[in-house]
Nanobody, 128 residues
């Protein structure tokens, strides 16, 4: 199993970036996908998730309305569109996959342990 995250970089505050996570070795269409991030000196935190069927999404309060998670099953790829970026969004962003075709209730999408596979991370730096 491999999750390849890409799209990070340096951007000015207020700018946009789109992260991609391309999966191999799993049945992507039956995998719920997530993005977490880890800032220097802080714990990894939930950012966004999308269900395996694509009908359900969940966002951290800190990114709601600015970030959008989506997926393209034909490309085995999940995306995170990040708009109106702030310096506090600076972190390494990791994609996670739950290949078990599970559906979660409420904020259970935000539980890190629900995602069995992880990518290597991509660094996003937002300057002020």
């Amino acid at each position: 199993v491999q999750l390849q995250a890409s799209g990070g970089g340096l951007v000015q505050g207020g700018g946009s970036l789109r992260l991609s996570c391309t999966a191999s070795g799993i049945t992507f269409s039956r995998s719920s996908m997530s993005w977490f991030r880890q800032a220097p000196g802080k714990a990894r935190e939930f950012v966004a998730a999308i269900s395996w069927g694509g009908a359900t999404t969940d966002y951290a309060d800190s990114v709601e309305g600015r970030f959008t998670i989506s997926r393209d099953n034909a490309k085995n790829t999940a995306y995170l569109q990040m708009n109106s970026l702030k310096p506090e969004d600076t972190a390494v962003y990791y994609c996670g996959a739950d290949p078990r075709a599970r559906t979660y209730s409420g904020h259970n999408w935000q539980i890190r342990g629900n995602y069995l596979y992880w990518g290597q991370g991509t660094l996003v730096t937002v300057s002020s």
